[in-house]
């Protein structure tokens, strides 16, 4: 599934970040790289752009650009985080 | 004898706390500029210390090395050409990871290296320890805490970067990031490759992964150094290693080696870093549950824009009133003590009024800027570039750009100035583009007297539409430029959101010292050229054939007078005798300084240029008032008091008024006029403001025709479509 879909307090694993070259050299540069834990942490109140919790640190990314980047959902861990 | 001189380079993500160390390690020994021949703002300091004369190098914040963004760009090319002696990397010890990223590609380049864990106490906090001794060893590289907020460590990092320095050892070179067998066989081939062809500019490991990477400017400048033979072989080599790199992992190698990199750093963490994870809090995450709140995000930060604009303009207000008095004091001081003539005329009218018209803005500015500052510091102006984002994404822009577009309403000048934040040259320019359409506090008085005069009962109506035409006309700008001449993807928004911080004053006052200090600087020499221009145009010729002898009749008038109240016996008398003559003597003046304002070239100016604003209903006084208004918009009001009534020193704004309206201006007329005012031609500061920042005239001179010609096109509109319906 994408990034795009996940909800607000989801965890997913990162597999894969598409797009094109620039872009995602900046995306993997901030630390989003396949095999990173990621924790949608909210969505802007214009539900555009969201805030994800990546490498202990928030980073904020557009819809758009969080369709471009493939996850697997994590089971539930409640509040761990 | 000279002291010894030594260079440190501070580098380090944005928001790692870098600016912070480099304030207290420079003190007040600052000195800002720009980096040559980019408009990216270059730091440095010197100090002394045993005996050394250091000089400490602000670089840009940045997350990498790669040749993205001008910053990167900047912040590479000081390393590797003005050779630092030393380059300490500041790492974010709360944020281990990321922070590792710039920290091993510096480590990469092979200078001498010390890691700065900044944030120590931050880190403690989250549960984090690190083993600064293991990741030494491991890395090869010298690391010390410090916690730059509380001033603890600085002394001995400096005292480090000293003994560093002073030992020569250069770096191990084994101790760095390692690629996989792959990667690895390609950087010794390329290597060997560029180390065949003589000794290398820089170091060639570092060479051979840049061109491996893809590198736009390392490929450039290995044709540049090598020859083009030489060079081309090299290139055509590393194009053929590319492809066979592709091949194999089904990607581009330079994104394999940012993945490598992050492996490389995920170990190096595991092996440095005991994690508790029970201690861990997250402040800003609470904080943040409020700020960028579904429901309470945007009130909160209306509120703040709102709180922001009135600290700006009702506390601005009253240092504002002290000085208009003290230029009023110096006015008249210099009036009584000057001779009367061409050189207090020059002195007083031009340059002095001229400088106390924008001075007068400084109050406000400063505090505009002390909030920016603020927002900056803190961390909340990543906060309203989140919310803002898909707004200003509407218009092709990024939520950054929000900010800027705001201070505008206040004044353009530090408003381009804050386009700055802004990472993509595109978006840069853009912003810079429609801020001007943003209506600044200068236009504000020539509304207030038109829409007062001619829209007495819906003033604010009126204004509030002057306002939003001004706000429209941005965003179809901004889309008209974004789909032609700055086509392109903006950039992604990937953007840091940093933990929230206590500000600390020192850091605002400087931040808020080195804009305001941009600011007096252009006040000091565009605005002082200006409005002497201005007064030069105004005053000259100096010998005007008057239609009526104006002296003579004054003279006639006094004498009449004053047998008049020779023969008077009764005071009452006398004091009415007086006042008549005063009213009668005045009224002379002002016609003659009517006719004067009619003769000078400025006046010529405005009736030769008239013609052109014909067609919006503005006759030759407006025109004239217009082209004043170049200098700074409110020289409109005291141009057309000038003009309409001969009244220079109108205060009573009544007077003016009915004079504007006795001179036959129509309020459609009016209209058309402060619609011109909201989007001709920002003022000589702004533009010159603009060419600064896009380092190029060009652009300066496209916002020009493109702000006057839209204006003329839209007075025209305005004037002629209320003809249509019958207004006016």
């Not at chain 2, 840009?60 to 001008?70: D, E, M, N, R, V």
């Not at chain 2, 004067?596 to 067609?615: D, R, V």
């Not at chain 2, 920002?682 to 020009?704: D, G, H, M, V, Y």
């Amino acid at each position: 599934m994408l990034l795009s879909q996940l909800k607000e307090g989801e965890d997913a694993m990162i597999l894969r970040v598409g797009g094109h070259g620039s872009f995602r050299r900046r995306i993997m540069e901030m630390g989003i790289v396949p095999g990173t834990e990621v924790h949608v942490e909210k969505y802007a109140p214009l539900k555009d752009p969201l805030e994800l919790l990546v490498k202990g640190y928030h980073v904020s990314l557009r819809v758009e650009e969080a369709s471009l980047i493939a996850v697997e959902k994590m089971a539930d861990r409640g509040q761990a985080q | 004898m000279s002291k010894k001189r030594f260079t440190i380079a501070l580098a380090g993500n944005p928001n790692s706390g870098k600016t912070t160390i480099f304030n207290n390690l420079t003190g007040s020994h600052q000195k800002v500029g720009n980096w040559p021949g980019v408009t990216v703002e270059k730091k440095e300091g010197l100090i002394q210390r045993r005996g050394y004369e250091i000089l400490v190098v602000d670089l840009p914040g940045t997350y990498s090395l790669t040749a993205f963004s001008i910053e990167e760009v900047v912040a590479r090319d000081f390393i590797l050409e003005g050779k630092p002696d030393v380059v300490i990397s500041i790492i974010d010890a709360s944020n281990l990871e990321r922070s590792f990223y710039l920290a091993t590609q510096i480590r990469e380049l092979d200078c001498k290296v010390i890691f700065a864990l900044n944030m120590a106490d931050l880190a403690r906090a989250n549960g984090i320890t690190i083993d600064a001794e293991k990741l030494s060893r491991l890395l090869d590289v010298k690391v010390a805490f410090t916690v730059g907020n509380k001033n603890e460590g600085v002394e001995e990092l400096l005292d480090m970067a000293i003994d560093v320095a002073e030992s020569g050892k250069a770096a191990h070179p084994e101790r760095r990031v390692r690629y996989n067998r792959e990667i690895e066989d390609e950087i010794s081939r390329i290597k060997d490759a560029i180390e065949n062809c003589g000794k290398p500019f820089y170091n060639s490991r570092w060479l051979a992964i840049k061109l491996l990477e893809n590198d736009r400017i390392v490929r450039d400048r290995i044709t540049e150094a090598m020859g083009i033979e030489k060079g081309s072989e090299i290139l055509a080599l590393v194009d053929e290693r590319r492809v066979h790199l592709s091949d194999i992992f089904d990607d581009d190698p330079e994104i394999i080696m940012t993945d490598e990199r992050y492996g490389f750093i995920a170990g190096l963490v595991k092996e440095v870093v005991t994690l508790d994870r029970k201690s861990r809090t997250d402040i800003s995450r609470n904080i943040d549950m409020v700020l960028t709140n579904r429901y309470l995000g945007f009130p909160v930060f209306l509120f703040f824009i709102w709180l922001m604009f009135q600290a700006t303009f009702t506390l601005g207000a009253y240092p504002m009133e002290w000085i208009e008095k003290g230029f009023g004091i110096i006015a008249a001081w210099g009036g009584a003590c000057l001779p009367d003539g061409l050189l207090k005329s020059l002195i007083i009218d031009g340059a002095l009024a001229g400088i106390g018209s924008v001075a007068v803005f400084l109050p406000n500015i400063l505090i505009l800027f002390f909030c920016i500052a603020l927002f900056e510091d803190t961390g909340y102006m990543a906060r309203t570039a989140f919310l803002m984002d898909r707004i200003m994404h509407m218009i092709g822009l990024h939520g950054k750009s929000f900010i800027p577009m705001l201070m505008g309403f206040g004044c353009n000048v530090p408003a381009i100035m804050a386009t700055r934040t802004l990472e993509s040259r595109k978006d840069r320019i853009l912003t810079i583009m429609i801020t001007p359409f943003m209506s600044c506090s200068a236009r504000l008085p020539v509304y207030l007297i038109l829409a007062g005069t001619f829209f007495p009962r819906h003033a604010g109506t009126v204004i509030f539409f002057l306002y939003l035409i001004g706000i429209l006309t941005a965003v179809v700008t901004g889309r008209l430029l974004r789909s032609t001449v700055l086509k392109g993807d903006d950039a992604p928004f990937v953007m840091e959101l940093p933990p929230y911080r206590k500000p600390m004053l020192k850091s605002l006052l400087i931040h808020m010292w080195d804009r305001a200090k941009m600011f007096i600087k252009k006040m000091g020499t565009y605005i002082f050229f200006g409005s002497i221009i201005v007064w030069a145009l105004s005053s000259f010729p100096m010998h005007i054939s008057y239609s009526v002898d104006y002296d003579a009749k004054i003279h006639a008038i006094t004498t009449k007078f004053s047998e008049l109240s020779a023969s008077a016996t009764d005071r009452e008398k006398i004091k009415q005798l007086e006042a008549e003559k005063e009213t009668a003597i005045s009224e002379l003046m002002a016609a003659k300084r009517k006719e004067k304002a009619t003769k000078t070239y400025m006046g010529k100016i405005g009736q030769t240029i008239s013609p052109l604003f014909e067609p919006l209903g503005i006759d030759w006084r407006g025109s004239v008032a217009l082209l004043a208004g170049v200098v700074a918009k409110e020289i409109v009001v005291s141009t057309m008091g000038v003009l309409y009534s001969g009244y220079a020193n109108d205060d009573g704004r009544g007077n003016l008024g009915a004079a504007l309206r006795s001179s036959g201006m129509t309020p459609l007329a009016a209209l058309s006029m402060m619609v011109f005012v909201l989007l001709y031609l920002p003022c000589i500061a702004t533009l010159t403001t603009i060419k600064q920042e896009t380092s190029s005239w060009r652009w300066a001179a496209f916002n020009l025709t493109y702000t006057t010609v839209v204006a003329w096109v839209a007075s025209w509109a305005v004037f002629n479509m209320g003809k249509m319906i019958g207004i006016g």
